[in-house]
């Protein structure tokens, strides 16, 4: 079952019908206070600031007690707490009670999720009167449609509104996209032609108008509009009234249709709310058993987590399973959507999304994993789009895919197999894994065999100081073959071990596991030429010029890659604990792609400790804002929290009241790696390579930041996907530092079950490996 709980009132809904080149659907995301509606093509901020239109539905109450509640503003006034008990990529719900006992829920949901249309936005009202006395009141349902003329390739010069059939109807003149309001209750009064909310509530009550300036939060986007913008607006709506006796409930359903025409969009709001609206509720019941389906095997927490921790985890992987894209185009597969404006495939986004998500749906991270490899134009998996145009390219017109360093995809990959055990599924991706590393040894290192990246953007560090390049218009295009990396030397050693060692577990002979255990030792031999012992840090190489003085967070990478000495790791612990900027501008935990290398470099020399501090700093301060409730979601107000994030500004003021904002573009994959953050290094699951297909073997490290080592606390997390088996750990903690933990695992479905207690310090590992082949026997 989904984790029902008090959510932040703001997120998106996924629109199954939105790609990019193959043609937008358009984003669906929320608005304050009860709101939801589409930006075309996308929301305009990160990734694309083009708008064509957006087209809102968003409801309001005039109830006993309070005038009326349409933004948040006003519930805020009336000390209302608004919120949403259900928050998924299907449903988005909104929630409050007035202090008379009147009880409202509306859950917004997209209607025709099954077709693939994406052009149907249904809407059910539920009203109930817990009070003592009967009640009256109102509900104002508006179709919103702000349209920037002259966008897109229609003639659309206008807007008109007009009642049609029992509804609204808001379309474009002389053409353009056309939207229609409806609802399974025929009573509603039309309210036509308002260009603003202070209009459209002084025609239903001229005092209440009164509270709704021209600069409301209402008045337009949640957004400044650019030079250039030509925007015009129209306001239509339909007006209930309702009297409830105490106990008495009402539903109400409404539906937001668009398309081509408005007969066209009035004629499938007809379909849609034929039989009482029965295809509507059988779409608000697909919607709830596909995501009841997915929370069936996904991790939950529960106990004395702090709330916004509880949360975050649910935010995170909702948001990653609407970067999960149907096949379209060239992509066979399903593709991961690195975020959701503007689609597109990005090997390193990929990889680091589908790790996460491997942890809920290994099925689909597995396939999503395969596919963006066998579904790539070219080895070098070049960042692309669905009808094959390349997104990424050089200035010398060399078409880029991101490096071996960006995310670590092959760290990535090893750490899915660990969890899944699925060797067939590592057969079938190692023929495009060596393909891969043969072309970054073919074209991406100079006659020594020293790697590079033709441009910056290659590298994820788009126009980073480490390159030297002070003059670059393209913003990452500019050639950086001049610089010798550690970062990428670093992940040039580690995938070639490990395609050694995945040519061993495969089976595939001496001769290709001696192959790139030489290329290997190769690596690791030009590693050590970047080391500088009188500075204690590996050191980028500029063949111009000679060494750098630049220190980022990416060149403790060599210790992820366990490309460095005994003594290296032992030098470099102090920059472990207190990194670099990254980039010289950035801090260290502020972007997850870089928290990824920083908590990778810990563990992998033997500190999880501090992949543990380092990973809950980020997370805390993140997760935090994912679950406020901010007054405004405009851009440059943080934006929308509920979501992943591109970066986490939070961290540089984890303790601000109210929760800083941001950053970046908003439903973003990568920015969902709290959830990894927690499971491996807080509460601290790392799965082993098992011995055979018949062993689980997985080591249990708590690392419980010192908030939340208080005696007679209990943190439990439930369903954690690992080798087949579905695992519950339960941490009690018994006094400061010591914890008992409680191991419950079970074979999916149904079968034998393993339980075991076992007392461990903060910190301390316990090795666990299960036979199942004798029914889940402890070896």
Same mark, same amino acid.
């Given at each position: 079952?989904?984790?029902? $709980?008090?959510?932040?009132?703001?997120?998106?809904?996924?629109?199954?019908?939105?790609?990019?080149?193959?043609?937008?659907?358009?984003?669906?995301? =929320?608005?304050?206070?009860?709101?939801?509606?589409?930006?075309?093509?996308?929301?305009?901020?990160?990734?694309?600031?083009?708008?064509? #239109?957006?087209?809102?539905?968003?409801?309001?109450?005039?109830?006993?007690? !309070?005038?009326?509640?349409?933004?948040?503003?006003?519930?805020?006034?009336?000390?209302?707490?608004?919120?949403?008990?259900?928050?998924?990529?299907?449903?988005?719900?909104?929630?409050?009670?007035?202090?008379?006992?009147?009880?409202?829920?509306?859950?917004?949901?997209?209607?025709?999720?099954?077709?693939?249309?994406?052009?149907?936005?249904?809407?059910?009202?539920?009203?109930?009167?817990?009070?003592?006395?009967?009640?009256?009141?109102?509900?104002?349902?508006?179709?919103?449609?702000?349209?920037?003329?002259?966008?897109?390739?229609?003639? !659309?010069?206008?807007?008109? =509104?007009?009642?049609?059939?029992?509804?609204?109807?808001?379309?474009?003149?002389?053409?353009?996209?056309?939207?229609?309001?409806?609802? !399974?209750?025929?009573?509603?009064?039309?309210?036509? $032609?308002?260009?603003?909310?202070?209009?459209?509530?002084?025609?239903?009550?001229?005092?209440?108008?009164?509270?709704?300036?021209?600069?409301?939060?209402?008045?337009?986007?949640?957004?400044?509009?650019?030079?250039?913008?030509?925007?015009?607006?129209?306001?239509?709506?339909?007006?209930?009234?309702?009297?409830?006796?105490?106990?008495?409930?009402? !539903?109400?359903?409404?539906?937001?249709?668009?398309?081509?025409?408005?007969?066209?969009?009035?004629?499938?709001?007809?379909?849609?709310?034929?039989?009482?609206?029965?295809?509507?509720?059988?779409?608000?019941?697909?919607?709830?058993?596909?995501?009841?389906?997915?929370?069936?095997?996904?991790?939950?927490?529960?106990?004395?987590?702090?709330?916004?921790?509880?949360?975050?985890?649910?935010? $995170?992987?909702?948001?990653?399973?609407?970067?999960?894209?149907?096949?379209?185009?060239?992509?066979?597969?399903?593709?991961?959507?690195?975020?959701?404006?503007?689609?597109?495939?990005?090997?390193?986004?990929?990889?680091?999304?589908?790790?996460?998500? =491997?942890?809920?749906?290994?099925?689909?991270?597995?396939?999503?994993?395969?596919?963006?490899?066998?579904?790539?134009?070219?080895?070098?998996?070049?960042?692309?789009?669905?009808?094959?145009?390349?997104?990424?390219?050089?200035?010398?017109?060399?078409?880029?895919?991101?490096?071996?360093?960006?995310?670590?995809?092959?760290?990535?990959?090893?750490?899915?197999?660990?969890?899944?055990?699925?060797?067939?599924?590592?057969?079938?991706?190692?023929?495009?894994?060596?393909?891969?590393?043969?072309?970054?040894?073919?074209?991406?290192?100079?006659?020594?065999?020293?790697?590079?990246?033709?441009?910056?953007?290659?590298?994820?560090?788009?126009?980073?100081?480490?390159?030297?390049?002070?003059?670059?218009?393209?913003?990452?295009?500019?050639?950086?073959?001049?610089?010798?990396?550690?970062?990428?030397?670093?992940?040039?050693?580690?995938?070639?071990?490990?395609?050694?060692?995945?040519?061993?577990?495969?089976?595939?002979?001496?001769?290709?596991?001696?192959?790139?255990?030489?290329?290997?030792?190769?690596?690791?031999?030009?590693?050590?030429?970047?080391?500088?012992?009188?500075?204690?840090?590996?050191?980028?190489?500029?063949?111009?010029?000679?060494?750098?003085?630049?220190?980022?967070?990416?060149?403790?990478?060599?210790?992820?890659?366990?490309?460095?000495?005994?003594?290296?790791?032992?030098?470099?612990?102090?920059?472990?604990?207190?990194?670099?900027?990254?980039?010289?501008?950035?801090?260290?935990?502020?972007?997850?792609?870089?928290?990824?290398?920083?908590?990778?470099?810990?563990?992998?020399?033997?500190?999880?400790?501090?992949?543990?501090?380092?990973?809950?700093?980020?997370?805390?301060?993140? #997760?935090?804002?994912?679950?406020?409730?901010?007054?405004?979601?405009?851009?440059?107000?943080?934006?929308?929290?509920?979501?992943?994030?591109? #970066?986490?500004?939070?961290?540089?003021?984890?303790?601000?009241?109210?929760?800083?904002?941001?950053?970046?573009?908003?439903?973003?994959?990568?920015?969902?790696?709290?959830?990894?953050?927690?499971?491996?290094?807080?509460?601290?699951?790392?799965?082993?390579?098992?011995?055979?297909? =018949?062993?689980?073997?997985?080591?249990?490290?708590?690392?419980?930041?010192?908030?939340?080592?208080?005696?007679?606390?209990?943190?439990?997390?439930?369903?954690? #996907?690992?080798?087949?088996?579905?695992?519950?750990?339960?941490?009690?903690?018994?006094?400061?530092?010591?914890?008992?933990?409680?191991?419950?695992?079970?074979?999916?479905?149904?079968?034998?079950?393993?339980?075991?207690?076992?007392?461990?310090?903060?910190?301390?590992?316990?090795?666990?490996?299960?036979?199942?082949?004798?029914?889940?026997?402890?070896?």
């Amino acid at each position: 079952m989904f984790p029902q $709980d008090r959510y932040t009132p703001h997120g998106y809904l996924d629109n199954p019908a939105h790609a990019w080149t193959t043609g937008p659907g358009g984003v669906l995301r =929320s608005r304050p206070g009860i709101g939801m509606g589409w930006h075309y093509p996308s929301f305009p901020h990160g990734y694309n600031y083009t708008w064509h #239109y957006a087209t809102h539905l968003q409801l309001g109450f005039s109830l006993p007690g !309070t005038g009326w509640l349409l933004e948040t503003a006003d519930f805020e006034r009336q000390n209302i707490d608004l919120y949403s008990d259900y928050h998924s990529k299907n449903w988005l719900s909104f929630v409050f009670e007035t202090p008379l006992g009147l009880k409202a829920r509306a859950i917004f949901f997209l209607a025709e999720a099954s077709t693939g249309s994406g052009d149907a936005l249904g809407c059910l009202v539920q009203l109930k009167n817990h009070g003592q006395a009967a009640q009256e009141g109102s509900l104002l349902a508006a179709l919103d449609y702000e349209r920037n003329l002259g966008q897109g390739l229609d003639w !659309t010069s206008g807007l008109y =509104s007009r009642q049609n059939e029992t509804g609204v109807s808001v379309a474009g003149f002389q053409e353009g996209t056309a939207f229609h309001l409806r609802s !399974t209750d025929f009573s509603a009064q039309a309210r036509l $032609d308002a260009a603003t909310f202070t209009d459209l509530l002084e025609s239903l009550d001229a005092t209440a108008a009164r509270r709704f300036p021209v600069g409301s939060r209402l008045a337009s986007l949640d957004r400044a509009y650019k030079e250039g913008d030509n925007v015009t607006r129209k306001i239509a709506a339909q007006h209930y009234n309702f009297k409830l006796e105490p106990g008495a409930e009402k !539903t109400i359903m409404l539906v937001l249709t668009r398309d081509a025409s408005e007969f066209r969009a009035v004629n499938r709001a007809s379909r849609l709310l034929q039989d009482e609206g029965s295809a509507l509720y059988q779409a608000l019941a697909r919607g709830r058993q596909e995501d009841n389906a997915f929370w069936e095997n996904a991790p939950r927490l529960s106990g004395d987590w702090p709330e916004h921790v509880r949360r975050g985890l649910v935010y $995170d992987l909702e948001t990653l399973r609407m970067m999960v894209r149907n096949p379209a185009g060239i992509y066979k597969h399903a593709w991961d959507a690195m975020q959701i404006q503007v689609p597109r495939t990005v090997l390193a986004e990929a990889a680091l999304d589908m790790l996460i998500l =491997s942890y809920a749906d290994p099925v689909a991270a597995k396939e999503v994993l395969l596919g963006t490899f066998a579904d790539a134009p070219e080895p070098n998996v070049p960042c692309s789009r669905e009808d094959g145009s390349y997104n990424m390219v050089a200035v010398d017109g060399s078409p880029c895919g991101t490096a071996p360093e960006w995310c670590f995809p092959f760290h990535c990959i090893e750490l899915v197999y660990r969890r899944t055990g699925d060797r067939a599924w590592l057969a079938a991706l190692f023929p495009y894994l060596e393909a891969y590393m043969d072309f970054w040894q073919g074209q991406r290192t100079d006659p020594q065999g020293r790697p590079f990246y033709k441009c910056s953007w290659e590298a994820g560090q788009d126009n980073s100081a480490r390159f030297g390049i002070t003059n670059d218009p393209s913003g990452g295009g500019a050639l950086g073959e001049h610089l010798w990396p550690v970062d990428l030397q670093a992940a040039m050693t580690q995938n070639c071990w490990l395609l050694a060692s995945w040519a061993a577990e495969l089976e595939s002979g001496q001769a290709r596991i001696n192959r790139w255990n030489n290329l290997a030792d190769r690596h690791f031999n030009l590693m050590q030429q970047m080391w500088r012992p009188e500075l204690k840090w590996f050191h980028d190489f500029d063949r111009r010029s000679g060494f750098t003085g630049v220190l980022d967070t990416m060149q403790l990478a060599p210790l992820l890659g366990r490309a460095a000495t005994t003594e290296q790791i032992a030098a470099l612990q102090a920059k472990l604990e207190n990194p670099p900027l990254h980039g010289q501008v950035f801090h260290p935990l502020m972007w997850p792609s870089i928290v990824f290398c920083l908590v990778e470099s810990c563990s992998e020399s033997g500190r999880q400790d501090l992949a543990a501090r380092h990973g809950w700093q980020a997370l805390d301060a993140f #997760y935090r804002w994912a679950d406020s409730h901010p007054a405004s979601v405009a851009p440059d107000q943080g934006g929308l929290p509920g979501v992943g994030r591109e #970066y986490w500004p939070q961290v540089g003021q984890p303790a601000a009241v109210p929760p800083r904002g941001g950053g970046g573009a908003e439903v973003y994959g990568w920015g969902c790696l709290g959830t990894y953050l927690l499971l491996r290094y807080v509460i601290g699951l790392q799965e082993e390579r098992a011995a055979s297909e =018949s062993q689980a073997a997985f080591v249990v490290r708590p690392n419980l930041p010192g908030a939340l080592l208080v005696p007679g606390k209990v943190y439990q997390v439930k369903g954690i #996907y690992c080798q087949q088996l579905r695992l519950d750990l339960t941490l009690a903690v018994l006094e400061i530092a010591r914890i008992e933990v409680t191991l419950v695992a079970a074979e999916r479905p149904g079968g034998a079950i393993y339980q075991e207690k076992f007392l461990l310090d903060n910190g301390q590992a316990q090795l666990v490996r299960l036979n199942r082949a004798e029914g889940l026997k402890r070896e």
